[in-house]
């Protein structure tokens, strides 16, 4: 199958376990931020990839792969598994907000919640621009001549993906109406954090160059914070 016929069968597959998950644990389909929310993540990953694959075909393809991949570290394996039973999770415990109507949350929120997401892709879209090695997975990719990213979004935190994903995390339980979601953020980021300390054992010891820019640029993901 060529590129964009997989970009658009992932995607509507990853939208339709999204809704599957909401749904199910919410006990019913009357769920106006759930249905907004699956209509942002199928209009932006579909955007996005048709973009890349356009601008980066190599970048794409590598992003649809497996989260499971060979040459992938074993921690990295644990971690991503460990990370989609979080999200699993999180996602059902949101649903049973829904459905037990735990939490009363305003509709500003929830509209901050939508702009949020918005903002978090935003904030990936550079850093997809700046970095063709952006792999979903921990890796050196000699076969692609990786090298050191130092440009965009790099030239300020060494993790500019991982700070994207905190108000698109941050952004979801507040669209969905969930103040019991938010809970679920630190647990999240922890992972992310954990892998993004790992990630650069490995680059600093496989990819030349690293340890200089881990050196030049201070922060990991927040400028001031950390």
Excluded: C
Excluded at 78 to 101: E, I, N, P, Q, T
């Amino acid at each position: 199958m060529s590129l964009v016929p997989r970009l658009l069968l992932q995607t509507a597959i990853w939208v339709v376990a999204l809704g599957a998950l909401l749904f199910l644990s919410a006990g019913t389909l009357r769920w106006p931020g759930a249905w907004v929310l699956l209509g942002l993540m199928a209009a932006i990953g579909t955007g996005i990839g048709l973009w890349l694959a356009r601008r980066d075909p190599a970048l794409l393809a590598e992003r649809m792969k497996l989260p499971v991949q060979r040459g992938q570290k074993g921690w990295d394996q644990v971690l991503m598994g460990v990370f989609l039973a979080l999200w699993s999770g999180w996602l059902v415990l949101m649903g049973l907000d829904m459905r037990f109507a735990w939490s009363q949350v305003p509709g500003w929120a929830s509209v901050l919640g939508a702009v949020g997401i918005m903002l978090g892709y935003g904030l990936v879209v550079p850093v997809f621009r700046a970095n063709s090695f952006a792999a979903p997975v921990v890796k050196v990719q000699a076969e692609r001549g990786h090298r050191v990213i130092d440009t965009g979004p790099y030239a300020v935190v060494r993790h500019p993906m991982y700070a994207g994903a905190l108000p698109i995390f941050v952004g979801i339980p507040l669209l969905l109406g969930s103040w019991w979601g938010l809970l679920g953020v630190p647990a999240v980021m922890v992972v992310i954090a954990l892998r993004a300390v790992r990630e650069e054992r490995v680059l600093a010891a496989g990819l030349p160059g690293y340890a200089e820019y881990a050196r030049r640029v201070r922060w990991r993901l927040l400028p001031g914070v950390w």
